[in-house]
């Protein structure tokens, strides 16, 4: 006569580090609900098989990638320098011909000679300028300036390059650029302001349909 020993465990007895090296043959039935709270530190070689769906709309706070603004601006009318001024010209566009383009749907704004910026982040500005002296027997001295706010009052030099305009005859132009990096960290009172400086009679080339006095503003990153 065989004798059938039985003992009962109790489940308030059984401890987590006495549930291990259980064969997946001895788990059947349903599996009491797991809260997802309770599932971390899973070995990603544990995870295999397909995903479910994921609406796009619980993918938050993912880092942006690549530049997500960029664009051209060109200045559309004359206008001239002297006598050591610094002239902040004030009709501006958007570059939007010959196969301009641009990145980001919401960029620069621009109110007379004050450009206004979409959002915070890092800035490169690049600013190029195109002149013509007026003709005499002297080397005009010219320069591109970048002047930056950071209470939408007080502008100071961000960036400045010198050059010269060679009195050569009839056709006495020159041109030169200069960048920035600005860190926008409030888009009410950080602005730019780009300029151009002559110490002596100098013409500021422009037009509407190329570009000649050429602004790009790029935003690498966040701040």
């Known amino acids: ?6 003992q009962l465990i109790k489940s308030s007895s059984v401890v987590d580090a006495d549930i291990v090296g259980m064969s997946s043959s001895k788990l059947s039935g349903t599996l009491p609900a797991v809260s997802a709270a309770n599932l971390t530190n899973l070995p990603a070689a544990n995870l295999t098989g397909s995903l479910p769906a994921i609406s796009g709309a619980s993918l938050t706070n993912l880092p942006a990638s690549g530049i997500t603004m960029a664009e051209s601006w060109r200045v559309t009318t004359e206008y001239t320098s002297t006598g050591g001024a610094t002239v902040f010209p004030s009709n501006w566009e958007r570059d939007d011909n010959n196969r301009s383009g641009h990145i980001g749907a919401s960029g620069m704004s621009q109110s007379g000679a004050v450009f206004t910026f979409p959002s915070t982040g890092i800035y490169l500005i690049s600013w190029r300028g195109y002149g013509r002296a007026a003709n005499s027997s002297s080397v005009s001295l010219a320069a591109n300036t970048i002047v930056a706010t950071g209470d939408n009052s ?49 013409t500021w080339e422009t037009q509407t349909n190329y570009n000649l006095n050429i602004a790009t503003f790029l935003r690498l990153g966040d701040t």
Request: aromatic share 16%; glycine share 10%.
């Open 1 to 6: 006569m065989s004798q059938t020993e039985v």
């Open 154 to 202: 007080s502008y100071s030099t961000g960036s400045i390059m010198y050059y010269s305009i060679p009195a050569i005859g009839l056709y006495n132009y020159g041109w030169g650029g200069t960048e920035f990096m600005m860190d926008v960290t409030n888009t009410s009172t950080d602005k730019v302001k780009l300029g151009n400086y002559s110490a002596d009679y100098v």
